[in-house]
């Protein structure tokens, strides 16, 4: 299994980025893949999730209504659309996926599943917003 991310870059607050992950050889089925991020200092946290079963999606408080994740499944690739991007967004951006996470609700059902949770990796792409 191979996770390769790309589409970051600098941009300007209110302007819009897509990200793109790849997933290579996962063909696993009704789990979840995710997006998270971490800046300097802080701690990974998740920002979008897809569930593979019925494409629904989740996000952080964060992003609700700037961010969107979608997933085309011909091409295995997971999106993260970002628009009104703000300087808080500045962070590494990864892609994540595992088999075993079925649920893309964290514990009691609120929020994302943890990062912890999560087995396979990209190698990130930076976003930074000025």
């Known amino acids: 299994v191979q996770l390769v991310e790309s589409g970051g870059g600098s941009v300007q607050a209110g302007e819009s980025l897509r990200l793109s992950c790849v997933a290579s050889?996962?063909?696993?089925?009704?789990?979840?893949m995710g997006w998270f991020r971490q800046a300097p200092g802080k701690e990974r946290e998740g920002v979008a999730a897809i569930y593979t079963g019925d494409s629904s999606t989740y996000y952080a408080d964060s992003v609700k209504g700037r961010f969107t994740i979608s997933r085309d499944n011909a091409k295995n690739t997971v999106y993260l659309q970002m628009n009104s991007l703000k300087p808080e967004d500045t962070a590494m951006y990864y892609c994540?996926?595992?088999?075993?996470?079925?649920?893309?609700?964290?514990?009691?059902?609120?929020?994302?599943?943890?990062?912890?949770?999560?087995?396979?990796w990209g190698q990130g792409t930076q976003v930074t917003v000025s």
């Open positions: 050889g996962y063909t696993y089925s009704r789990n979840c």
């Open positions: 994540a996926a595992d088999p075993r996470v079925v649920s893309c609700r964290g514990a009691y059902g609120l929020g994302l599943p943890p990062f912890v949770d999560f087995g396979f």
